[in-house]
């Protein structure tokens, strides 16, 4: 069956779930009837009937699925009857895989909030083959992470190019601030990862790898992994430490340069860290952040550490109240070089959200309704906002998602 005449033009997989409820508000709320023919889905049918009742009388009518995440026939059931599978159900290295088989199979476009590293390389090893020759665009990473990181370069080079004739051989990404509560779901894949990797020498070497998110031949480069230490950033003039989604955007972006024929150049380098102020204070906050980061990552790679860490952190399906959402924000900067003095390209993107909630949830439905609804020209495949979605995403996440990506003087 082509994916013209599926039954439905969208799913939503994981509605029950916290950060699926807020995607299928956000649905709701772009007043798409007529439009797009979407279900709900999920493991329980009670509880999709609960959150359906909760979102109110103009979700009435939206048709509900269950499936099991576990259960290959299931997942392949679900895929056959959609355009576009959404997922929200993490962490995806304990539910996702099946899902993800099923849609590369089955010419099923899909999209994610996954920031785990090795399980993203272990989909992509293992099934960009099938996705390639059914034409599925399987797109990973679709919410605050890698979206600003990955779109904010793709425009940057854009303006580049526009400028200055070449692409910035070296950009840098600087966190300017955000507000927002802590992710649930967030904290478990990573205490997943870390939880995998204490067995596994494979998934310690993806995530120790700049490029473990390259295509198999191209997973090397110029880039080395991001240090712990504070670094003084003479563009901004300001103290900086590590970025703790800076691990997986920076991967991110290194796959669109590559799945873009390096548009970017071959030997393109990116980075991320978080602007911490100026002069001794400004030290003093990057030095006690960066030590309380490396600290935390050391306990949560100790296993009954990690039992502590699960406890005390916010669990899956929880998160911050609405006036905490709608009080978030984010605001990143980038700075782009290219390879002759003089040519320099300045970014800013923010978001008017709280980044892991709020935001997240827009840029999420955005990126569903982007592979639903847009006449794209990407190759398919398992591929990145940036390489299978582009400018089209971009203009909407600035009309509807209070997304802005905006050029500044240097």
């Known amino acids: ?23 299928a508000e956000y649905l709701l709320s772009r007043r798409l009837e007529g439009s797009l023919r979407w279900a709900l889905g999920g493991r329980d049918r009670l509880k999709l009937e609960r959150v359906r009742g909760e979102l109110g009388a103009g ?72 996705a390639v020759a059914s034409g599925a665009r399987i797109v990973h990473t679709c919410g605050f992470d890698s979206i600003p990181s990955d779109l904010g370069v793709f425009a940057l080079q854009q303006a580049m190019r526009e400028r200055h004739q070449v692409s910035a051989t070296r950009v840098r990404c600087r966190v300017a601030g955000f507000s927002g509560g802590a992710s649930g779901g967030t904290i478990a894949s990573m205490l997943n990862m870390l939880e995998e990797a204490e067995g596994d020498r494979d998934v310690r070497r993806a995530m120790a790898n700049p490029y473990a998110l390259n295509p198999k031949e191209l997973r090397s480069g110029p880039d080395a992994e991001s240090g ?12 900086t430490a590590p970025f703790v989604m800076a691990a997986i955007n920076t991967r991110v972006v290194r796959r669109s340069n590559a799945l873009l024929g390096h548009a970017y150049g071959q030997d393109f380098r990116y980075e991320e860290a978080m602007l911490m102020g100026a002069g001794p204070l400004g030290y003093a906050k990057a030095a006690a952040f960066a030590a309380g980061l490396a600290g935390g990552m050391g306990a949560a790679s100790i296993g009954p550490l990690r039992g502590l860490i699960r406890r005390a952190l916010p669990s899956p399906g929880e998160g911050p109240d609405a006036e905490t959402r709608r009080a978030g924000y984010w605001d990143l900067r980038f700075v782009g070089e290219g390879p002759r003095a003089g040519q320099r390209v300045a970014l800013r993107a923010t978001g008017d959200r709280d980044p892991g909630y709020g935001s997240t949830s827009k840029m999420l439905g955005e990126s569903a309704l982007c592979l639903a609804l847009d006449p794209l020209d990407s190759e398919p495949g398992f591929s990145t906002p940036a390489a299978a979605l582009g400018t089209a995403l971009i203009e909407r996440l600035e009309r509807y ?7 500044e003087d240097d």
Do not use: N
């Not at 998602?401 to 050029?407: L, T």
């Open 1 to 23: 069956m082509s994916s013209s005449e599926r039954e439905f033009d969208l799913v939503l997989w994981g509605a029950t779930g916290f950060t699926g409820r807020l995607v």
């Open 401 to 407: 998602a209070g997304v802005h990506f905006e050029i």
């Open 59 to 130: 979700a009435a009518e939206i048709p509900l699925l269950t499936g099991d995440a576990a259960d290959a026939a299931s997942m392949s059931e679900l895929a056959d009857r959609a355009r576009v599978v959404c997922s929200t159900v993490g962490p995806y290295a304990l539910y996702g895989s099946e899902l993800v088989r099923a849609c590369a199979e089955r010419g099923t476009h899909y999209c994610d909030l996954t920031g785990e590293v090795h399980w993203m390389q272990r989909m992509i090893d293992a099934h960009q083959d099938r």
């Open 228 to 239: 712990l230490a504070p670094a003084w950033d003479d563009d901004f003039e300001q103290w």
